[in-house]
């Protein structure tokens, strides 16, 4: 990856700590969120390497889904526990979530009146991402190891409270990104690894 992919990385994820752009989220290329079904659990599965760009993509998706779910669940409960996001990321998109959760665990919060309320946040609703387009690549001598998923990151739904009940100030809720996820050789299971904003509304 690039230094300056890795920048815009960084980036994104102190933008996604600042404004608690966090929460639950599925793939939908029919761009009608309503009717995504609840994934199953695949946290700590053990899984070969994709034969196919297909199953791949089918994969990342999958596992994908769950840390945006996972992520929602964890701020929910106070984000106090985000242990359980580390059976399903690493690297930049395992620190947003970390980050994220300890922003709603401890707060501040900036507020739509632009200041800065003490004390712990909590969430509501959920964020959703729509598939644009997907591809599979090589990663570490395992072809199609990486996936980059093209999507409209939607938080229309999501909301952040600060403690004294007002809303948390939040940017552009529907937003275009790439979703990275990797297949983890040693640990034989995929990881989303990295979330990229391509700073475009969608």
């Known amino acids: 990856?690039?230094?300056?992919?890795?920048?815009?990385?960084?980036?994104?994820?102190?933008?996604?700590?600042?404004?608690?752009?966090?929460?639950?989220?599925?793939?939908?290329?029919?761009?009608?969120?309503?009717?995504?079904?609840?994934?199953?659990?695949?946290?700590?599965t053990k899984v070969p390497p994709p034969a196919s760009e297909d199953e791949a993509i089918s994969a990342a998706e999958s596992v994908l889904t769950e840390y945006f779910t996972t992520r929602g669940e964890v701020n929910a409960a106070g984000g106090t526990d985000p242990s359980p996001?580390?059976?399903?990321?690493?690297?930049?998109a395992l620190d947003v979530a970390v980050n994220d959760a300890a922003y709603v665990a401890e707060g501040p919060v900036l507020n739509?009146?632009?200041?800065?309320?003490?004390?712990?946040?909590?969430?509501?609703?959920?964020i959703k991402y729509e598939t644009v387009t997907a591809y599979g690549q090589p990663w570490e001598e395992v072809e199609n190891g990486l996936v980059t998923i093209n999507a409209c990151q939607d938080a229309s739904?999501?909301?952040?409270?600060?403690?004294?009940?007002?809303?948390?100030?939040?940017?552009?809720?529907?937003?275009?990104?790439?979703?990275?996820?990797?297949?983890?050789?040693?640990?034989?299971?995929?990881?989303?690894?990295?979330?990229i904003s391509l700073g475009e509304s969608c």
Do not use: H
């Not at 739509?112 to 959920?126: F, I, L, M, S, Y």
């Open 1 to 44: 990856m690039s230094t300056k992919r890795l920048a815009i990385a960084g980036i994104i994820a102190a933008a996604l700590t600042l404004t608690a752009c966090t929460g639950t989220g599925a793939p939908n290329p029919t761009g009608s969120a309503s009717e995504t079904p609840t994934p199953t659990s695949t946290a700590g």
């Open 85 to 92: 996001l580390e059976a399903l990321a690493t690297g930049k």
């Open 112 to 126: 739509v009146d632009q200041v800065n309320v003490d004390g712990p946040a909590t969430t509501e609703g959920a």
């Open 157 to 195: 739904e999501y909301k952040v409270f600060a403690s004294d009940g007002s809303e948390a100030l939040r940017p552009d809720p529907r937003s275009t990104f790439d979703y990275q996820v990797i297949y983890d050789s040693e640990r034989e299971t995929w990881l989303v690894y990295d979330l």
